[in-house]
């Protein structure tokens, strides 16, 4: 879905651009801001008969006060208020409107989520789970490098087999910033992604595949999907007991929390999850930090 789509002003494409080209947007997100915005003026227009550049802070603010009252959760409310903070900023960086009508709308406080992540046993009960079938040799590549990089779901699936370097045991991925970043595989991620590529890999591609460099793929011969991925992550955790609400997620948190526990520094840890701010790799110190004190409360006489 595009803003063009609702045909009320012809800076839509632009807009599309700004978050593609200079903020290096990942596709979700961009599909995301611009379905906000589009949200935004057909609301805008059928209340007030507006057009996105008449819009007041009144008007945002009203819109953002029912999204709450409709019960939307913070989160959203959140991303819908950058949206439209990074849709007026665009505007205003080009003269299109004199007044941001974002200007001092603060985000509403998000509850930080208590990080979701597996025990090292759990992991390594997961990761046992898939045969020596072409599906088993496939799955059992997509576990132990997701586990063993920590790359996004998105990039993986993304991922092409000219970006593995089976000699060097590496993976170069583009993140959510558009940086390119090679990232060390380990040696069991390593073995089973060789295992797949020379043994497995062919035995799902199809002549008719719309993408023949594809890293990893489906029955179908095509790209594995966003979809597909979850679903055969669940029915692995169902076989393991993993009582957990296990997604591609956890994994990635599996993965940052055991590096840390291990003894990885925060700057390796950030450049590797591709992380902009260390803000956000700092998340997983606390987790560790918090294991310590709660060690610490059970076991010590005087605690």
Sequence with gaps: MIIEDVGM?????????????QKSMSPNTVTAYSRDVLEFSKVLLE??????????NTDVVSYLL?????????ATVNRKTASLRMF????????????????????PKVAKK??????????????????????????????????ATGI????????????????????????EFGKARIIPMGRL????????????????????????NALFVNYMGRRMTRQGLWKMLKEYANQAGIDNKITPQTLRNSFAVHMVQNGADLKTLQE??????????????RVTQNKIKDVYDKTHPRA
Excluded: W
Aim: net charge negative.
């Design 47 to 56: 209340k007030s008969k507006k057009t996105l550049k008449e819009a007041s």
């Design 272 to 285: 590797l999850l591709g992380h902009e701010d260390i803000t956000a790799t700092q998340a997983y110190l």
């Design 152 to 175: 996004r779901v998105s990039e993986l699936i993304e991922a092409n087999v000219n970006d593995v370097n089976l000699r060097m045991g590496f993976i170069t991925c583009t993140g």
């Design 9 to 21: 002003f012809d800076y839509s494409k632009g807009f599309l651009e700004y978050l593609n080209e």
């Design 189 to 212: 991620a390593k073995a089973a992604m060789e295992e797949y590529i020379l043994e497995a890999r062919n035995r799902f591609v199809r002549a008719e595949a719309t993408d023949n």
């Design 66 to 74: 029912k999204l709450k009252t409709d019960g939307k959760s913070s």
């Design 114 to 147: 208590e990080l979701e992540y597996l025990t090292i046993e759990e992991v390594e009960k997961l990761l046992d789970l898939p045969d020596d079938s072409t599906k088993g040799l496939r799955d059992r590549a997509i576990l132990e490098v997701l586990y």
């Design 88 to 107: 007026y900023n665009y505007l205003m960086e080009l003269s299109y409107i004199d007044v941001n009508p974002t200007t001092n709308i603060k985000s």
